[in-house]
């Protein structure tokens, strides 16, 4: 899979895709990341890449000339989904992960200062996704959450091929405590089952214990589940 992130700040996502889990999947070839600096589109003499916004606004915004250039450079004439990273957009899921693992290419377009001129964005994107109800300080995090969330899908990319149908979200619910060496810690023990061998039980209380932290910790999530 290739994504393609437009940024002004290229260098942060080069050092991203070299390393962790992402850094072997990259360099496997199972994933690509291409990082590319929207300031090179920019026809402004100083390559400029950003204004005053018209009515009044604090902080800069981005201008719409090479956002805009830098896409369809990008494109080349293809048919590739572009996603803009914005507080405004469709809530970021599991789901969400999952569809897009199945393209071959995505360009992510990341926002800076105060945003991107909203006839860039209409001219462009096919998608807006949001992370949280939060701010950070450039698209370019959301688009490494987006990367990481992603490409856990993508074959390859983890160790095991089921590794990552074994988290939280993945059946609706959180994912289980887990324990390892030394079966006792300050006072503290693993639970018996998990010592017991006994398969069939263990996969119950596992289950037992997504459902019970799912309830306790994420009560909205059984919630969604049952509407």
């Given amino acids: 899979m290739i994504f393609n992130v437009l940024t002004l700040y290229p260098e942060i996502i080069r050092q991203y ?8 999947g990259f360099a496997s070839g199972a994933i690509t ?48 989904p572009v996603i803009f990273f914005s507080p405004r957009g469709k809530k970021f899921t599991t789901a969400t992960a999952k569809e897009y693992s199945t393209k071959s290419e995505v360009i992510l377009l990341c926002g800076h200062y105060e945003g991107i001129d909203k006839r860039a964005l209409d001219l462009t994107v096919t998608e807006e996704i949001s992370i949280g109800d939060y701010i950070v300080t450039g ?15 993508v074959p390859g990319v983890l160790g095991g091929s089921q590794n990552a149908f074994n988290e939280s979200f993945e059946n609706g619910l959180l994912e289980y405590d887990q324990y390892t060496r030394p079966a006792n810690f300050m006072g503290r023990s693993v639970p018996e089952v998990l010592l017991s061998g006994n398969t069939a039980a263990i996969a119950k209380y596992k289950a037992e214990q997504s459902l019970e932290i799912t309830r306790r910790l ?10």
Avoid: W
């Fill in 139 to 153: 698209g370019h995090i959301p688009a490494m959450c987006f990367m990481d969330a992603v490409s856990r899908y």
């Fill in 33 to 80: 990341i291409n990082a590319f600096n929207i300031r090179d589109f920019s026809l402004d003499k100083h390559s400029r890449t950003d204004d005053y916004a018209y009515g009044g606004a604090d902080g800069m915004l981005m201008t719409p000339q090479p956002v805009y250039d830098a896409v369809m450079a990008v494109k080349c004439g293809r048919d590739i």
């Fill in 17 to 24: 895709r070299q390393t962790g889990i992402i850094g072997r």
């Fill in 218 to 227: 994420r009560p909205d999530l059984l919630k969604d589940d049952e509407d």
